[in-house]
């Protein structure tokens, strides 16, 4: 069974900057894909970032580019997301996400089988 933590979160002012990590265990993770998604107070999950982790191609969701950065480092099994330029729309509990198969560009947290318990991400104006 696979297992992710994520870790990274707090509190931000506004134009800064948080990095998040996703540290996994339990099974080889070659040939995965794996996602951030963010879900705010009142409002649907929704996709933030993914990545496989065998070749590295990414997606990003369109409010994001330019600003969020996702990565893995395979000593540690951990996906990391760099975010810059933070905004106070962007406060949400953000979850780490793991599949076997698929695309980067499968957008919807229903193809995604492994979860992490998600880390708060709050920013003030």
């Known amino acids: 069974q696979v297992q992710l933590v994520e870790s990274g979160g707090g509190l931000v002012q506004a134009g800064g900057s948080l990095r998040l990590s996703c540290a996994a265990s339990?099974?080889?993770?070659?040939?995965?894909?794996m996602a951030w998604f963010r879900q705010a107070p009142g409002k649907e999950r929704e996709f933030v970032a993914s990545?496989?982790?065998?070749?590295?191609?990414?997606n990003y969701a369109d409010s994001i580019k330019g600003r969020f950065t996702i990565s893995r480092e395979y000593a540690k099994n951990t996906v990391y997301l760099q975010m810059d330029s933070l905004k106070p729309e962007d406060t949400a509990i953000y979850y780490c996400?793991?599949?076997?198969?698929?695309?980067?560009?499968?957008?919807?947290?229903?193809?995604?089988?492994?979860w992490g318990q998600g880390t708060q991400v709050t920013v003030s104006s």
């Open positions: 339990g099974r080889a993770f070659s040939g995965y894909l």
């Open positions: 990545i496989r982790w065998s070749g590295g191609l990414t």
């Open positions: 996400a793991a599949n076997p198969t698929g695309s980067v560009y499968y957008s919807s947290s229903y193809v995604y089988t492994y």
